[in-house]
């Protein structure tokens, strides 16, 4: 704080103030004057930014007062200054934190992106692939039936025209090379089958499942009746679908649940359906051999069949083709079931 007099020798007041308002603004500075040189002291309280000028005579007490107060100001002051100073440094600091939070979200962002961008390649590669090992499939198993056929065929008119010149071993060796063939010709037609999942019926419409069941039931009629076979289904919803493969979901799964009937137990399987989301979950249940878990995810692999393999006819591709027909129409299949008591098949299809 500067207390200057107006008079003071050899130098004038007001050009003190002003000289040390210029080294230091902070100061406080007041101005005693007893002839107020009007102009002069307007020039210190401008120039110097005078925190008070008093008139001569002043009384003590008010000076005592003014200087208390001058203190007091100048200490409110220069806590306001730190306050500010402090909030300038949180705000600082502050926008520093949220820069640099902004950074590394924005790295984060990107590295996703550059995951999911990978993760595309990497599926279209596979989806590629896939595409090739199926059109593989398709024409190798295409261009086995011919040689095949001439096998079976000319194993036939050897069994025909030479039965009479072979023995019993001759005749046993030819019978089981045609058997064989029939087999291997089961599994091409089977093979091409699978195959022509991928290939055909890219097209997804709305398709009433109350029809491909009928058409299904009217398929299996002769398994139905013949096994004693009660059948109970729900009224089933229109899925997105293709008709052929769902008709082909559908009756692979029934034929296995006629199939793999207990000996005395006449089979009942019931259809039955529940919606999930955006999706219907079907479920086919039969009160058959039932399966152990550690076969579940094993049943679904191509030409997978279980120790049953020699009572039970078939090549094991069925639920390999419901397992690629259900995940074609974007849905999942899987199991449940107990080993003597029954067996659970779910799938979802996508509701309209
Ligand atoms: N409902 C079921 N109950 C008991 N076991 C089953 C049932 N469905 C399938 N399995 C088991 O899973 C195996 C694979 O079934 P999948 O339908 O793929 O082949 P498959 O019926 O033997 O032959 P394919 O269907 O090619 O004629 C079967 O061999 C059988 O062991
Ligand atoms: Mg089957």
Redesign the pocket.
């Known amino acids: 704080m500067a207390i200057a007099n107006y008079i003071m020798p050899g130098m004038k007041a007001d050009e003190v103030l002003i000289k040390i308002h210029e080294q230091d603004p902070k100061i406080l500075k007041i101005l005693l004057t007893a002839q107020a040189d009007i102009e002069a002291v307007g020039n210190a309280v401008n120039a110097a930014n005078l925190y008070r000028y008093i008139a001569k005579p002043w009384d003590g007490t008010d000076l005592i007062l003014t200087l208390r107060e001058a203190l007091r100001s100048y200490k409110r002051d220069r806590e306001l200054e730190k306050q500010h100073k402090i909030l300038q440094q949180l705000n600082a600091s502050l926008e520093q934190q949220v820069e640099e939070r902004t950074a590394k979200l924005k790295q984060e962002i990107a590295d996703r992106q550059e995951a999911e961008r990978k993760l595309q390649d990497l599926n279209e590669e596979l989806m590629r692939s896939n595409e090739d090992l199926e059109q593989f499939a398709y024409v190798i198993s295409h261009d086995l039936q011919q040689p095949l056929q001439s096998i079976i065929g000319f194993g036939q008119i050897l069994m025909l025209h030479y039965q009479e010149i072979l023995d019993a071993e001759g005749k046993d060796s030819l019978s089981t090379l045609v058997n064989s063939g029939h087999q291997m010709r089961q599994m091409i037609r089977?093979l091409l089958t699978y195959s022509r999942v991928g290939t055909e019926g890219k097209t997804l419409v709305p398709t009433d499942c109350n029809r491909v069941l009928e058409k299904v039931l009217a398929n299996l009629h002769g398994a139905i009746t013949q096994n004693h076979a009660n059948l109970i289904s729900a009224d089933l919803p229109t899925v997105m679908g293709n008709e052929t493969q769902l008709l082909q979901l559908f009756q692979?799964l029934i034929?296995?649940?006629l199939?793999?009937s207990r000996p005395t137990f006449s089979p009942t399987i019931t259809i039955s359906v529940k919606p999930e989301g955006e999706q219907w979950c079907f479920s086919i249940q039969?009160n058959?051999?039932?399966?152990k878990p550690e076969n579940f995810h094993r049943?679904f692999g191509i030409f997978?069949?279980?120790e049953?393999?020699t009572e039970?006819?078939?090549?094991?591709?069925?639920?390999?083709s419901c397992k690629k027909i259900v995940q074609r129409h974007g849905g999942r299949i899987w199991v449940e079931?107990e080993l003597g008591v029954g067996?659970v098949?779910y799938f979802t299809l996508a509701k309209v």
């Open positions: 089977d692979n034929d296995n649940a199939k793999f039969d058959g051999i039932g399966i049943i997978q069949r279980l049953t393999e039970y006819p078939g090549t094991g591709i069925g639920l390999a079931s067996t098949f």
